[in-house]
């Protein structure tokens, strides 16, 4: 996926979707809220729609800012694929971003690692 325009709070933010083999790879940059659940939404699914896919790996390690409706979305993305047998790890290179999914319950649900 590319660039995609500014959201509704004017901030540019971008899910580009990959795959290494059977790994699918959504890598999340800018600032993400709920005005990026669209995007998010479809990055997961696309990701998602090539089979056999044994990990979805989320890389937040561009991300500079998200809310609780990104986290929201993690665990979405989580019933999604675990639905299909995907196990999916979030790579979250902020430490304070990391606690926040703890606290959010999110780390509880979807494996959440340092990046």
């Known amino acids: 996926m590319a660039i995609a325009p500014p959201n509704a709070n004017g901030r540019v933010a971008r899910a580009h979707v990959s795959r290494h083999g059977?790994?699918?790879e959504i890598a999340l940059t800018?600032?993400?809220d709920l005005a990026d659940r669209s995007q998010l939404r479809h990055a997961a699914s696309r990701a998602l729609a090539e089979h056999p896919t044994e990990v979805l790996l989320i890389d937040m390690t561009a991300v500079s800012f998200f809310d609780s409706s990104v986290a929201h979305w993690l665990l979405e993305a989580h019933w999604q694929a675990?639905?299909?047998g995907t196990r999916v790890v979030?790579?979250?290179a902020?430490?304070?971003a990391?606690?926040?999914l703890s606290v959010l319950g999110v780390?509880?649900?979807v494996s959440v690692v340092d990046g």
């Open 98 to 100: 990391r606690e926040l």
């Open 90 to 92: 979030a790579l979250v």
């Open 94 to 96: 902020d430490r304070d």
């Open 30 to 32: 800018g600032e993400l």
């Open 82 to 84: 675990t639905a299909g």
């Open 107 to 109: 780390a509880g649900v």
């Open 22 to 24: 059977r790994t699918a």
